[in-house]
């Protein structure tokens, strides 16, 4: 069945077949699911290894001709003049893009609700979210209606839907893929990762998209090797799990369970896995909230009605400003634009922005330190499953949804979520995490837990029916 094939099952498939099976999937699920915002009716099919494979990407992603919106009034018509470095390598291997999957508008949001346009559901259960702000990739991949898509992760978002919709979500080290063409919202901590249905699958893209950009001066010239030891044990190896885990006060306790389960599968393969503590940890969900509207409010001060994108006229220069920006963003942008400018102001800087660097260094040198010592560092991704739409209104609640997956964001390490067990019918996510550049055994680490997850089917991620 097309809605459960991976990347390595449509090499012996018909390609012209899976572009239309992938097409009927979209027209018969998404009203359901919404995870597009556009469909592309005419795609671009290029020759190549992956001919014909159908993808989609996240709508904050540049893609030549196609409209590129953020899930945001203020660019809802902009169509690129060119493709982002990395969609323009998978088109390159013949990758199809079949459209621009939904989330929350410029990638500040942890459900998808935050669209401008609609909310995405999760297809475990259509009364919940599919996680965020990469929601709309997550849930096309889950529901079957494209084998693979991409997503970009800031502060969890490939990771935490990945985890509330039970597929595989990758952060790679930053820097290894270029940013060109993806739009910003926190520089220092963007990053774009593939959402595929196996690590293997996941893997396979980091493969393509990985590579040093000269449109992108953060990249760096390093050659990943993502799949030749892929299949490898892990006997030997030694994770850390931070105690810090267990002191999270949301964490849910079915949740807490599945973790403990986690380790003692790492046993079972082979590994040992000791307590540790990382004390700063506990300040990296703050650390973030300053860092990251602070370069957001940098990046969006561009729309202004001025230069490209949503324009409302009015007779004076400051009132077009005003009058565009308060129509262009949603509430949750507009927070976040506020709470920036303020710690960027020259009263606040010292005392907010300039403390927030030096406690993110403080929170690399200690995870650094843990990562010089350990293979890896395991946590649940998600303190919680997917929670239903509309059920969490306050910002500080939203926010600590990201406790566990912030810390890769800072420190520019690699990190994945897989698919490991069900809290009340839905799916929740192990997190691994490992040093700069670590990203093959990161990957390797993933693939021995999705073979061996009791969860799983023969060592293939199980995918929900989707009710119609």
Known sequence: MFEKMTIEDCLNYNREELITQSYERIRSIDPVIKGFITVVEKPQINDGPYRGIPIAIKDNIA????????????????????????????????????????????????????????????????????GGSSGGSAAVVASGQVVAALGSDTGGSVRQPASFCGVVGFKPTYGLVSRYGLIAFASSLDQVGPITKSVRDAALMMEIIAGKDPFDSTTVSRKIDFLSQIEEDIHGMKFAVPKEVYEYEQLDGEVAERFEEVIRTAQKLGAMVERVKIPSM??????????????????????????????????????????????GFGEEVRRRIVLGTFTLSAAYYEAYFNKALKVRKIIANDINQVLDKF??????????????????????????????????????IPAISIPFGFVRNK????????????????????RNFEKTSPYNDNGRIRLPVVRI
Do not use: H
């Open 375 to 412: 293979d890896a560092i395991l946590t649940p991704t998600s303190p919680i499953p997917a929670f239903k739409v509309g059920s969490i209104s306050d910002p500080l609640t939203y926010y600590l949804m990201d406790i566990f997956t912030v810390p890769a964001n800072l420190v520019g």
């Open 282 to 327: 506990k300040y990296a969900v703050a650390t973030y909230y300053v860092i990251a509207p602070a370069e957001a409010s940098s990046n969006l001060a561009r729309y202004d009605g001025v230069k490209y994108g949503l324009r409302i006229e009015e007779t004076g220069l400051r009132d077009m400003y005003m009058k565009t920006r308060n129509a």
């Open 427 to 446: 799916p929740i996510g192990l997190q691994i995490m490992g040093k700069r550049f670590d990203d093959g055994k990161v990957l390797r680490i993933a």
């Open 63 to 130: 893609t030549k001709g196609i409209k590129t919106t953020c899930a945001s009034k203020i660019l809802e018509n902009y169509v690129p003049p060119y493709d982002a470095t990395c969609v323009k390598r998978l088109k390159d291997y013949g990758f199809v893009i079949l459209g621009k999957t939904n989330m929350d508008e410029f990638a500040m949001g942890s459900s998808t609700e935050r669209s401008a346009f609609f909310a995405t559901r999760n297809p475990w259960d259509t009364d919940c979210v599919p």
